[in-house]
């Protein structure tokens, strides 16, 4: 029987990854992500799933971020009994980030019912299915060969994009490679290795969030530098939105490497955010999957992720507290779009003030919060409140976990033939187009953009 390759999920759209593969008898699911885009997409979160939960025989994920393990919890309350392989890091971010999905989940279903936004609002899984999926939870290494049911095998190799992300290598019973490449990383970013090189196989799966875009060059050390000597001189403080995963303990680091440069006045730094502070010692105990870099500094006792002045903010009380506290210092905390969070309750407290600077370090969806505010609005609506806007608004565009286009093209050729079919998934349409056209033209591929629901025969 020849294996099939069906697309669930990240289909031009960026969220949502789920790919079932068939092979031999059985049912191989590569992800299993929650919708976060548009509505109509995130709908899709509370309908069955359009296969059989129970009639998959395993999962394989390839890292901790929501659109890519998210429905986990949902896919075992709805009847799977497999195992969910993962590398070790992941499963140290599962364990955090799973639990707290779940009770936004619940909190989110609250507000709708309270509010009358939707009648009976359900949570699509709540805590306690969260910590029931995490059982079925197993770790596999990198660079260890596994069998898979149906005759198939696999092996992770490292994708660079945050801790404990791997590329998928699925060998197929007859023999060809399968390379579920997950989200794709950059070269020479700071604390992790960077992505493998991969020199071939029959067939690619591969993102395009930047599939039409470059990174800035902007040297993020330099913006951070500007934005602190600001503070100091002007006894500002910074707040930073900033994701839990990935993108908090890149700041640290940062943080870190000015102040051993002597670049860095003496200000304090707040990590408010209890998943942030426990997502950074996942980071730091990760010690196999560190760079050299970060190596180097852990021999020579030096703490990376642990700029001085760094302070942990765990608490409600002492996270309200620091409304009120005067600068210079910095304030890190979460949602990094600021649509979330406690960075919402700091925002509101200070953006009327012209001694508040807002740092944004990440992509500011349509209809956000951040959106708004880098948009240059005057006034911001927070928890129904106008808020005028007196603050300095910055943005650092230098920072991605993402591979962008001239960086995936650079990873892609080092192939020394071509595969069968390139899938492209995981990017807006627009992204997806151009990714295609300049893999035909410079590297001469045939590639797909698989629909939602397409299946496709991995054979001649
Ligand atoms: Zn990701």
């Not at 059985?26 to 309908?47: H, M, S, T």
């Not at 009358?116 to 079925?136: H, N, T, V």
């Not at 950074?280 to 010690?287: C, D, E, I, L, S």
Request: charged share 25%; net charge negative; with cysteine.
């Amino acid at each position: 029987m020849t294996p099939t390759l069906s697309f669930y999920g990240a289909t031009r759209t960026v969220t949502g990854s789920k790919h079932l593969l068939s092979v031999g008898k059985a049912e191989v699911l590569i992800d299993c992500g929650l919708f976060q885009g548009p509505r109509a997409w995130r709908d899709k979160n509370w309908e069955p799933f359009p296969f059989d939960p129970t009639k998959l025989d395993a999962v394989v994920l390839t890292h901790a971020h929501a659109d890519h393990l998210g429905m986990i919890p949902k896919l075992v309350k709805d009847g799977y009994k497999g195992p969910v392989y993962a590398t070790p890091a992941t499963i140290g971010l599962a364990k955090i980030a799973l639990p707290d999905s779940g009770r936004l989940q619940e909190e989110e279903a609250r507000y709708h019912n309270r509010h009358g936004l939707r009648s009976g609002a359900q949570p699509i899984y709540d805590e306690r299915d969260a910590f029931e999926s995490l059982k079925r939870f197993k770790p596999v290494r990198f660079h260890e060969r596994h069998e898979l049911p149906g005759g198939a095998n696999w092996v992770y190799k490292p994708a660079g994009h945050i801790l404990g992300s791997a590329f998928a290598e699925i060998g197929l019973p007859n023999g060809e490679l399968l390379m579920m490449s997950g989200d794709l990383g950059r070269f020479n970013t700071p604390i992790i290795k960077d992505p493998e090189i991969v020199d071939y196989c029959d067939y690619l799966v591969i993102e395009s969030t930047y599939g039409d875009r470059l990174h800035s060059k902007e040297n993020p050390l330099e913006k951070l530098e500007e934005c602190l000597q600001w503070a100091w001189q002007n006894g500002g403080t910074i707040l930073i939105p900033s994701f839990a995963i990935g993108r908090t303990q890149e700041l640290l680091y940062y943080f870190r490497e000015l102040q051993n440069a002597g670049r860095m006045p003496r200000i304090p730094i707040y990590v408010d955010s209890p998943m942030a502070t426990s997502v950074t010692q996942v980071y730091a105990q990760a010690r196999d999957e560190h760079d050299d870099e970060m190596k180097i500094a852990i021999s020579e006792g030096e703490s990376s992720l642990e700029p001085m002045g760094l302070n942990y903010i765990r608490d409600r009380e002492q996270s309200k507290a620091l409304n009120k506290q005067t600068g210079p210092q910095v304030i890190i905390s979460g949602s990094g779009m600021a649509n979330g969070g406690r960075i919402k309750h700091h925002l509101k407290a200070r953006l009327g003030n012209e001694r508040t600077l807002v740092l944004f370090t990440g992509f500011q969806a349509e209809g956000t919060l951040g959106r708004d505010l880098i948009g240059g609005n005057p006034t911001v609506s927070i928890y129904g409140e106008d808020v005028p806007v007196a603050a300095k608004i910055e943005k650092m565009n230098a920072l991605s976990a993402h591979a962008d286009q001239g960086e995936m093209l650079h990873w892609l050729s080092f192939f020394k033939t071509a595969p069968k079919k390139t899938f492209i998934v995981h990017g807006e349409p627009a992204a997806q187009q151009v990714l295609a056209e300049k893999i035909r033209q410079e590297l001469g591929w045939h590639t797909e953009i698989p629909e939602f629901g397409d299946r496709y025969e991995l054979g001649n």
